[in-house]
């Protein structure tokens, strides 16, 4: 059974810095499939960055702020989050599928597993 604990969550000013983890454990695959989407109070749910095996992809309103990573050794799923604003206000969600292939994009709305969420506040 996989499961996702995410953490890092919290609340920081404008222009500040977070890095959400998310330890995922039982996953057994030698790829990598997961990624982090969010979901702000009245909005759907967006995703966010995607890592499929190496490649990286990110929804456009975070390009080049957010960074996704994977340490295989740790188990640990990242989200670098730099140059945060009130627009990233959200519940981050971490979720996996299985990587071959992996069927994760940013309009994906069914996961194989998720986690329970890390809230991020930002204020202006």
């Known amino acids: 059974q996989v499961q996702l604990v995410e953490s890092g969550g919290g609340s920081v000013q404008s222009g500040g810095s977070l890095r959400l983890s998310c330890v995922v454990s039982?996953?057994?695959?030698?790829?990598?499939?997961m990624g982090w989407f969010r979901q702000a109070p009245g909005k759907e749910r967006e995703g966010v960055a995607i890592?499929?095996?190496?490649?990286?992809t990110y929804t456009d309103s975070v390009k080049g702020r957010f960074t996704i990573s994977h340490d295989k050794a740790e188990n640990t799923l990242y989200l670098q989050m730099n140059s945060l604003n009130p627009e990233d206000t959200a519940m981050y969600y971490c979720?996996?599928?299985?990587?071959?292939?992996?069927?994760?994009?940013?309009?994906?709305?069914?996961?194989?597993?998720r986690g329970q969420g890390t809230q991020v506040t930002v204020s202006s």
């Open positions: 039982g996953y057994i695959y030698s790829g990598t499939c």
């Open positions: 979720v996996a599928d299985t990587p071959s292939p992996c069927v994760l994009t940013l309009k994906r709305h069914e996961f194989g597993w």
């Open positions: 890592l499929d095996n190496g490649s990286t």
